[in-house]
């Protein structure tokens, strides 16, 4: 359950191109000017006219302009606009019912239960974590965990359909899923518990996550502490090795999404030589919106929100575990990957990646463009020994 | 007029206004859903998108000609923004895609594609994918036959005080533009996805 901070360290920007790189492969998807380009190059045939080639930028201008008129990164993070359908005279005085019902009955009951879940949770938290030791607090911890993020699916009315056999405890295998905000843990966790690596969050989730998770054995880390990142590669070889720990979830796209569309997958979860077993989870927002804007909204303001809602209703797959190909690397791996979690889930695949929220693309995709376009213009001048100018 | 920067929706007023600011190029669900997507670009809803908010769209940032069609399009109120892109509907003529293109060609904005103009737009089309010298030939050849040009057709010559000479004088006309573009079928057309609700 990563939390987006706009933190920038040394050594993000080599990080950065780094994962770009394969990205630019699937840009041409969106840049379909380059068609243009192609076509154009094809008319003109055997014509050296250098001129008209110079100032004809038709196919990029035309994707500079389809980009201002829509673009799919910034619609990976757009909500949903569920269209009001309560303006009308036999429908209004329903949905004002409706209103009531959610605010002024399930919400005061639904806190209460989650207010009591948690005291009680923090009780025996204490209790368990000071009495007992060793493998008997690792399993009591993990059940109370479980327990707790059972209460809290309870919080928001979780109608959650799950499909495929249930994860189990064991080495050599991490699971990776689609990202839409922290409840994505949560869903999972009241049916599995799992260990999670997410960035350090401040407040009570914060405060959450260095108690009871790291009980669990969660891994933080600091998006702006570069060496952490290091330090993070290695503790996940650690604990996917050890058959102690709980099984490992990662979300590779590192950033909340809005269950509509599915960003790059980092590759570290990949490279861990290890089964990596997909789960999709694709959430029904009729009732609820589900996607997390962190930098909108707070995570309390967030749950409140769930909270205030009917339900949160949502279909988890847990799909068949894979294995790297003898002909694949990390990153053709999560990619094939990524395509299966979009496919089961019914979500749109872009090639961006979601840091893009902070950084601007490296320069490094438009040089893949602009070499096409030079190659075009280089094949117009004579070869070097015939010209006489 | 009901176009503040804070006002929600477009009245049908509204839209005819932008609808006649702009040729009548986009119909009036295609000037809503413009409106929406300015609305969103314009994160803290000054009433223009500043330079900023458009190389934050990343397909726009990877652009070759981003720093010029950014400049073209920043800092521009939602009548004139989408007056500018009504040069690319479908509706649109040859002439105003043309003169889209003149436009981002004519870096100084002195109505003439002079050879500095040229020398920028060919940097950023091709990067460092071509040396210098490179670029040098074929902005040298270009402008010879710019010159063939004015030979045969005597074009140009009339807004260009006579000094169209073998280089480039006082830069390309919009009128020679035409010419020289007559070959090229394939103009920049976008359209807005209106959506089927």
């Known amino acids: 359950m990563p939390k987006d901070s706009p933190g920038k360290g040394i050594g993000e920007d080599e990080f950065f191109a780094a994962e770009s790189t394969r990205a630019s492969e699937e840009v041409e998807r969106v840049t379909s000017g380059i068609e243009l380009e192609r076509e154009a190059s094809k008319t003109f045939g055997s014509d050296t006219a250098i001129l008209p080639r110079l100032l004809d930028a038709s196919g990029v201008l035309q994707d500079a302009a389809s980009a201002i008129i829509d673009d799919t990164f910034n619609a990976c993070f757009a909500f949903s606009d569920n269209t009001a359908w309560n303006w009308n005279f036999y429908l209004f005085p ?15 009951i639904r806190l209460a239960w989650i207010v009591t879940c948690t005291l009680l949770f923090i009780l025996f938290f204490t209790i368990i974590h000071n009495v007992t030791r060793g493998k008997l607090r690792a399993n009591l911890e993990r059940d109370l965990v479980h327990l707790y993020a059972a209460c809290f699916v309870i919080s928001w009315t979780g ?33 599995t518990p799992f260990s999670s690596i997410a960035q350090q969050n401040k407040g009570w989730v914060g405060f959450i996550q ?30 996917v090795a050890n058959p ?14 809005n269950n509509e569309y599915c960003v790059m ?22 009732f609820a919106e589900t996607f997390w804007h962190s930098r909108r909204m707070s995570f309390t303001t967030y749950l409140l929100k769930l909270m205030t809602s009917w339900a949160v209703v949502a279909d988890v797959w847990y799909m068949e575990p894979q294995e790297m190909g003898p002909d694949e690397d990390s990153i053709q791996f999560a990619e094939r990957v990524r395509g299966m979690i979009c496919e089961r889930a019914g979500i749109k695949p872009v090639p961006w990646d979601g840091m893009l929220k902070y950084y601007r693309p490296s320069p490094k995709m438009t040089e893949k463009r602009r070499a096409q376009i030079a190659s075009n213009l280089v094949k117009l001048l004579p070869p070097k020994d015939g010209h006489l100018d | 007029m009901g176009l503040t920067a804070s006002s929600l929706n477009l009245t049908q007023y509204d839209v005819e206004e932008v609808q006649e600011h702009c040729g009548g190029k986009f119909n009036s669900r295609e000037i809503q859903c413009l409106y929406k997507r300015f609305r969103t670009l314009d994160k803290r809803h000054k009433g223009y998108i500043s330079e900023d908010e458009l190389m934050s769209i990343p397909e726009l940032a990877i652009s070759p000609l981003a720093p010029r069609v950014t400049q073209v399009f920043q800092n521009l109120n939602f009548k004139d923004f989408c007056r500018v892109l009504a040069a690319m509907s479908d509706r649109a003529t040859r002439e105003d895609k043309l003169d889209f293109m003149f436009r981002v060609y004519d870096v100084d904005r002195d109505g003439y ?24 030939e074929l902005i040298t050849r270009a402008m010879g036959e710019l010159a063939e040009l004015r030979k045969k057709t005597g074009v140009g010559r009339g807004g260009d005080d006579g000094r169209s000479s073998p280089s480039l004088g006082g830069g390309i006309t919009f009128d020679e533009f035409r010419v020289i573009m007559k070959g090229n079928t394939k103009l920049p057309t976008v359209k807005v996805p209106v959506g089927f609700d």
């Open chain 1, 94 to 108: 329903l949905w004002c019912f409706g209103v009531a019902l959610r605010y002024l009955v399930l919400f005061p």
């Open chain 1, 159 to 191: 109608v959650i359909k799950y499909h495929g056999p249930k994860p189990t405890q064991r080495s050599g295998h991490v699971y990776v899923a689609n990202h839409t905000s922290i409840i994505d843990y949560i869903v999972l966790t009241q049916v």
């Open chain 1, 210 to 239: 260095n108690t009871a998770m790291d009980a669990i054995h969660c891994i933080r880390f600091n998006r702006t502490e570069s060496k952490d990142r290091e330090m993070v590669q290695r503790r996940l070889r650690e604990h």
């Open chain 1, 244 to 257: 102690d720990r709980l099984p490992l979830l990662i979300f590779p796209e590192g950033t909340c999404v």
């Open chain 1, 265 to 286: 997958f980092k590759k570290g979860a990949f490279d861990l030589g290890c089964k990596v077993c997909p789960i999709a989870i694709k959430y029904n927002k009729i």
């Open chain 2, 113 to 136: 594609i002079s050879f500095s103009d040229l020398e920028t737009i060919v940097k950023h089309l091709v990067g460092s994918s071509l040396n210098e010298e490179q670029v040098g």
